[in-house]
């Protein structure tokens, strides 16, 4: 089993940044692919970005391309997620996910199951 904490949440005006954490305990993280998720109110949750075990290979959703990078420290067994320029449209619960078997090249495929997620952490940016 692996437990997932999120923090670095918070409010943040457009076009400004935020770094979210993700501690996990339990297990080693590095022989997960490690990854984010979020949902806004209303709305289904959706995927955000992922990685791969060996760190060698990352994935994005299109809307955030450009502006937020994930990486792991699998010493720290962390995995973080850097966002710039956030946009009103980024606010959102941010999870946290971590799956031993799912390649995360297919996570942003509905329908999908993922083994371990956190509680998440409300990133909210204002207009």
């Known amino acids: 089993q692996v437990q997932l904490m999120e923090s670095g949440g918070g409010l943040v005006q457009a076009g400004g940044s935020l770094r979210l954490s993700c501690a996990a305990s339990?297990?080693?993280?590095?022989?997960?692919?490690m990854g984010w998720f979020r949902q806004a109110p209303g709305a289904e949750r959706e995927f955000v970005a992922a990685i791969t075990w060996t760190g060698e290979n990352a994935y994005y959703r299109d809307s955030v391309k450009g502006r937020f990078t994930v990486s792991r420290d699998d010493a720290k067994n962390t995995v973080d997620l850097q966002m710039e320029s956030l946009k009103p449209e980024d606010t959102a619960v941010y999870y946290c996910?971590?799956?031993?078997?799912?390649?995360?090249?297919?996570?942003?495929?509905?329908?999908?199951?993922?083994?371990?997620w956190g509680q998440g952490t409300q990133v909210t940016v204002s207009s």
């Open positions: 996910v971590a799956d031993q078997w799912r390649t995360p090249s297919n996570w942003h495929l509905p329908g999908g199951y993922l083994q371990f």
């Open positions: 339990g297990r080693s993280i590095s022989s997960l692919a």
